[in-house]
């Protein structure tokens, strides 16, 4: 591996670490959000015990968001210095203007709202966590932008002085079409992760307190709907990338051939893959182009035309790591949602869920978070060459002169710090939602005043 | 509009360094000044509900600065690649503390991170310290703004230097004050009055040592800081609490505009020929993306400004950390 690989594997491990807690933190905002609106129109006290033990696993699970999104602000910079340079432009007042806008608001209104529940009025206090609800969404939308210039570059003009990339409109780049098409697919699937800890926390608790069982099925609604939705924007997302990185979703089906009315391989094996797979005919042409007998182009007319574009070398991703993490995303996810689907069902009308079930649900978080993470490792890595695609190439964004043995430490640091950080926020989550929902019940002689800090 | 942009710059750096510099120093002073699980709280919970915000305004400055001067971003953070790694993994376990303490159980997690919490914010200043020394001392760059060298002397060299731990030291005593200040501020009870006396201790110690420093090397601003150093001192012996701190914060503020500022219109200064330095002009944005910054800065930033004053209004109770008598 040299220092190119190290950089590469660095950026990737602190990235995906970070989405570990970006989509929890989206997801529990806008519940903390719904459930004191719940609270406040029904009266009933189980919505408040709810929003409150929320409001701490988003808490707890912001901070980390906050602290390992601090270092994709200086990413930039520290290993791909060359790429800052170039597009400086464009992703310096991206980011500076998420940071102003979205982050600001939801770390100022996170605090107000946490320890505001006795120092606000009401209407005030619900507002906080509506606004850091939004302040997430926003935050989402201004990152997916920056990342979707990088799929699909926009509102941008290279200057024949300095030879970089100058942005042209501000609403251009936000309204990326690959942007527009990112977001609502990246929300879902943050929506599912967040039903998905509501769900597991609630069926194991579900013994303890039968307040939990609202819980459980609050997280499995949003596990299924979730899944919906990111199935429907998927597949839009789908043809979008289909129309602006056409080698991206051939690298997916590894289809080397144009090919009209192509099948989708749910399974294939053989070294460049498929030599042998299991088809289902147009099922491709359906998904790339919405049309049976549309052509899909493969990777081998694409390569010949992209190297007659930009000059000789190779344009293709790795076919493997592509096909199996876009099946792996798919698969994962649509097993999240049916295992939503299933508690729902053996739930229905009070019913009681079988043993079994409970038994392996407070481990559903792992599968959509993993879907999560597939679908990001397939659409950098099929990115590839490619830093800003069709512009420059990603050996072309490191800081010159940083050397393999320097990222190897920093690498060896982020990995300890980010290990223990992961194994201490998990410990927590299980003791917070172990913690009795009604603190009356618990300790009705000590009353909490104030938040304990 | 470059010059407006590097005073937004600038203005973000001094709101950061003054807003997590206290943050730092009640991080560092909490768990000696509070004596016990329950003292230690309420030290921590002065800055409970601000420490996010506050570090926020780090995700400005560096954002605003790789916004408007994409080069200077590109050559600080590379060029002091690790140490900045450093810092960064120091604040990740520093937030986390934090935020953490509360929510764990019994009082020997809350120790751990208690001492999780003073460490890492110790090592944050020091590293702070040595890298602003090493920004102004001027970082080995070549004409295309890249630091030279080899092994890991290339970028951990520069904050290895005499001038870096002096710089470390200031920075350790400048959260010492700006911590014990604020604690005294914002706290009633045993852990104020200890702050207050450290207060007094610290403003006219170190008093002393910057006028020596100030007239050994003939500069103006260490002089300025031994005034403000004293005198905050002196405020916090007379019960002049918010003035002592705000004494501290116009010291820390005036040295980190000092420090911007140090080379004039040079924002890198290059040890190996001036004539590779890199200068505003070249290292700032287009006029085309200062204009949108300006627009977002100008439709945003009073507003950011104006909720977190908010904030503070709300929090302003002072946190007790007598017991109360049950």
């Given at each position: 591996m040299d220092v190119l690989d190290w950089t590469r594997l660095q950026f990737a491990v602190v990235t995906i670490y970070h989405y570990f807690f970006v989509p929890l933190s989206i997801s529990l905002a806008a519940t903390a959000a719904g459930l004191q609106i719940a609270w406040l129109r029904t009266k009933k006290e189980q919505y408040l015990h709810l929003t409150k033990l929320v409001g701490k696993l988003l808490i707890v699970t912001f901070a980390v968001g906050v602290v390992t999104g601090l270092v994709q602000e200086f990413q930039f910079g520290l290993g791909w210095s060359a790429f800052a340079r170039f597009y400086g432009d464009v992703f310096g007042p991206t980011l500076a203007i998420e940071g102003m806008l979205a982050f600001f608001l939801e770390a100022t209104f996170l605090a107000l709202w946490y320890f505001g529940w006795d120092r606000l009025p009401r209407a005030i206090h619900t507002a906080c966590i509506v606004i850091v609800a939004v302040g997430t969404l926003l935050s989402a939308f201004i990152i997916l932008a920056a990342n979707s210039f990088m799929q699909n570059p926009v509102a941008y003009a290279l200057d024949p002085v300095t030879g970089r990339a100058r942005l042209t409109s501000f609403t251009e780049l936000m309204l990326n079409k690959v942007n527009l098409a990112a977001f609502p697919h990246t929300i879902s699937g943050a929506v599912m992760v967040g039903g998905a800890l509501l769900l597991a926390v609630g069926v194991w608790r579900l013994a303890a307190d039968p307040a939990y069982g609202i819980l459980a099925r609050l997280g499995a609604w949003l596990t299924l709907a979730g899944g919906a939705a990111t199935a429907l924007t998927g597949d839009h997302l789908g043809k979008v990338i289909t129309e602006v990185q056409p080698m991206k979703m051939a690298a997916a089906e590894a289809l080397y051939e144009t090919t009209a009315g192509a099948p989708f391989a749910v399974f294939a094996t053989g070294?460049?893959?498929?030599?042998f797979a299991l088809e289902i005919p147009w099922l491709l042409s359906i998904l790339a182009k919405?049309?049976?007998?549309a052509t899909v182009q493969g990777i081998d007319d694409l390569q010949a035309q992209y190297a007659a574009e930009f000059g000789p070398g190779s344009y293709v991703p790795m076919i493997p790591v592509a096909f199996w993490t876009f099946r792996l995303m798919i698969g994962i996810g649509m097993l999240a949602a049916f295992l939503g689907a299933l508690y729902l069902w053996r739930t229905r009308k009070g019913r009681q869920a079988p043993r079994w079930l409970t038994r392996w649900?407070?481990?559903?978080?792992?599968l959509p978070t993993a879907a999560n993470t597939f679908g990001w490792i397939f659409t950098e890595t099929a990115r590839q060459p490619w830093i800003a695609f069709g512009i420059s190439k990603v050996a072309d964004g490191i800081s010159p002169g940083l050397t393999s043995s320097e990222v190897i430490v920093s690498l060896a640091g982020f990995t300890v710090i980010y290990g223990v950080i992961a194994v201490v926020w998990l410990r927590l989550v299980r003791h917070l939602a172990r913690q009795p929902l009604s603190p009356s019940a618990a300790s009705a002689e000590k009353p909490e005043l104030a938040p304990v800090y | 509009m470059i010059t407006f942009w590097f005073s937004v710059v600038v203005l973000a750096w001094v709101l950061f360094f003054v807003l997590e510099g206290f943050d730092f120093g009640v991080g560092l002073l909490g768990p000696v000044l509070g004596r016990d699980d329950h003292e230690r709280g309420a030290a921590v919970r002065t800055i409970g509900p601000f420490w996010d915000g506050n570090e926020v305004w780090l995700v400005a400055a560096i954002g605003v600065t790789f916004a408007a001067f994409p080069a200077w971003y590109s050559a600080l953070l590379a060029g002091l690649y690790l140490p900045m790694v450093l810092l960064l993994l120091l604040l990740a376990v520093r937030g986390v503390a934090l935020e953490f303490r509360g929510k764990g159980d019994g009082p020997r997690y809350r120790r751990r991170a208690d001492i999780a919490l003073a460490l890492s914010s110790l090592g944050i200043v020091l590293v702070w310290g040595a890298l602003l020394a090493a920004f102004v001392r001027g970082l080995a760059i070549d004409a295309g703004g890249d630091v030279v060298g080899g092994?890991?002397?290339?970028?951990v060299g520069p904050v290895l230097t005499p001038a870096a731990g002096l710089g470390s030291l200031a920075a350790l005593y400048a959260a010492l004050l700006l911590g014990a200040t604020f604690l005294a501020l914002r706290t009633s009870g045993p852990v104020r009055r200890r702050a207050r006396t450290l207060a007094q201790w610290l403003g006219t110690g170190g008093a002393v040592a910057l006028l020596l420093l100030g007239l050994g090397t003939g500069s103006v601003v260490v002089l300025i800081a031994a005034v403000l150093a004293f005198v905050a001192g002196l405020l916090a012996r007379t019960g002049r609490e918010a003035l002592a701190f705000a004494a501290t914060a116009v010291g820390v503020a005036g040295s980190v505009v000092a420090v911007f500022t140090s080379h004039g219109s040079v924002v890198l200064h290059s040890t190996i020929d001036p004539a590779y330095a890199l200068t505003r002009d070249a290292a700032a944005a287009t006029p085309q993306a200062l204009e949108l910054l300006t627009w977002a800065g100008v439709l945003i930033l009073p507003g950011v400004l104006a909720y977190q004053v908010y904030s503070y209004w709300v929090f302003r109770r002072r946190v007790a950390s007598e017991r109360v008598p049950s």
């Amino acid at each position: 591996m040299d220092v190119l690989d190290w950089t590469r594997l660095q950026f990737a491990v602190v990235t995906i670490y970070h989405y570990f807690f970006v989509p929890l933190s989206i997801s529990l905002a806008a519940t903390a959000a719904g459930l004191q609106i719940a609270w406040l129109r029904t009266k009933k006290e189980q919505y408040l015990h709810l929003t409150k033990l929320v409001g701490k696993l988003l808490i707890v699970t912001f901070a980390v968001g906050v602290v390992t999104g601090l270092v994709q602000e200086f990413q930039f910079g520290l290993g791909w210095s060359a790429f800052a340079r170039f597009y400086g432009d464009v992703f310096g007042p991206t980011l500076a203007i998420e940071g102003m806008l979205a982050f600001f608001l939801e770390a100022t209104f996170l605090a107000l709202w946490y320890f505001g529940w006795d120092r606000l009025p009401r209407a005030i206090h619900t507002a906080c966590i509506v606004i850091v609800a939004v302040g997430t969404l926003l935050s989402a939308f201004i990152i997916l932008a920056a990342n979707s210039f990088m799929q699909n570059p926009v509102a941008y003009a290279l200057d024949p002085v300095t030879g970089r990339a100058r942005l042209t409109s501000f609403t251009e780049l936000m309204l990326n079409k690959v942007n527009l098409a990112a977001f609502p697919h990246t929300i879902s699937g943050a929506v599912m992760v967040g039903g998905a800890l509501l769900l597991a926390v609630g069926v194991w608790r579900l013994a303890a307190d039968p307040a939990y069982g609202i819980l459980a099925r609050l997280g499995a609604w949003l596990t299924l709907a979730g899944g919906a939705a990111t199935a429907l924007t998927g597949d839009h997302l789908g043809k979008v990338i289909t129309e602006v990185q056409p080698m991206k979703m051939a690298a997916a089906e590894a289809l080397y051939e144009t090919t009209a009315g192509a099948p989708f391989a749910v399974f294939a094996t053989g070294k460049p893959l498929p030599e042998f797979a299991l088809e289902i005919p147009w099922l491709l042409s359906i998904l790339a182009k919405g049309n049976p007998n549309a052509t899909v182009q493969g990777i081998d007319d694409l390569q010949a035309q992209y190297a007659a574009e930009f000059g000789p070398g190779s344009y293709v991703p790795m076919i493997p790591v592509a096909f199996w993490t876009f099946r792996l995303m798919i698969g994962i996810g649509m097993l999240a949602a049916f295992l939503g689907a299933l508690y729902l069902w053996r739930t229905r009308k009070g019913r009681q869920a079988p043993r079994w079930l409970t038994r392996w649900l407070p481990l559903i978080p792992l599968l959509p978070t993993a879907a999560n993470t597939f679908g990001w490792i397939f659409t950098e890595t099929a990115r590839q060459p490619w830093i800003a695609f069709g512009i420059s190439k990603v050996a072309d964004g490191i800081s010159p002169g940083l050397t393999s043995s320097e990222v190897i430490v920093s690498l060896a640091g982020f990995t300890v710090i980010y290990g223990v950080i992961a194994v201490v926020w998990l410990r927590l989550v299980r003791h917070l939602a172990r913690q009795p929902l009604s603190p009356s019940a618990a300790s009705a002689e000590k009353p909490e005043l104030a938040p304990v800090y | 509009m470059i010059t407006f942009w590097f005073s937004v710059v600038v203005l973000a750096w001094v709101l950061f360094f003054v807003l997590e510099g206290f943050d730092f120093g009640v991080g560092l002073l909490g768990p000696v000044l509070g004596r016990d699980d329950h003292e230690r709280g309420a030290a921590v919970r002065t800055i409970g509900p601000f420490w996010d915000g506050n570090e926020v305004w780090l995700v400005a400055a560096i954002g605003v600065t790789f916004a408007a001067f994409p080069a200077w971003y590109s050559a600080l953070l590379a060029g002091l690649y690790l140490p900045m790694v450093l810092l960064l993994l120091l604040l990740a376990v520093r937030g986390v503390a934090l935020e953490f303490r509360g929510k764990g159980d019994g009082p020997r997690y809350r120790r751990r991170a208690d001492i999780a919490l003073a460490l890492s914010s110790l090592g944050i200043v020091l590293v702070w310290g040595a890298l602003l020394a090493a920004f102004v001392r001027g970082l080995a760059i070549d004409a295309g703004g890249d630091v030279v060298g080899g092994g890991f002397a290339r970028t951990v060299g520069p904050v290895l230097t005499p001038a870096a731990g002096l710089g470390s030291l200031a920075a350790l005593y400048a959260a010492l004050l700006l911590g014990a200040t604020f604690l005294a501020l914002r706290t009633s009870g045993p852990v104020r009055r200890r702050a207050r006396t450290l207060a007094q201790w610290l403003g006219t110690g170190g008093a002393v040592a910057l006028l020596l420093l100030g007239l050994g090397t003939g500069s103006v601003v260490v002089l300025i800081a031994a005034v403000l150093a004293f005198v905050a001192g002196l405020l916090a012996r007379t019960g002049r609490e918010a003035l002592a701190f705000a004494a501290t914060a116009v010291g820390v503020a005036g040295s980190v505009v000092a420090v911007f500022t140090s080379h004039g219109s040079v924002v890198l200064h290059s040890t190996i020929d001036p004539a590779y330095a890199l200068t505003r002009d070249a290292a700032a944005a287009t006029p085309q993306a200062l204009e949108l910054l300006t627009w977002a800065g100008v439709l945003i930033l009073p507003g950011v400004l104006a909720y977190q004053v908010y904030s503070y209004w709300v929090f302003r109770r002072r946190v007790a950390s007598e017991r109360v008598p049950s």
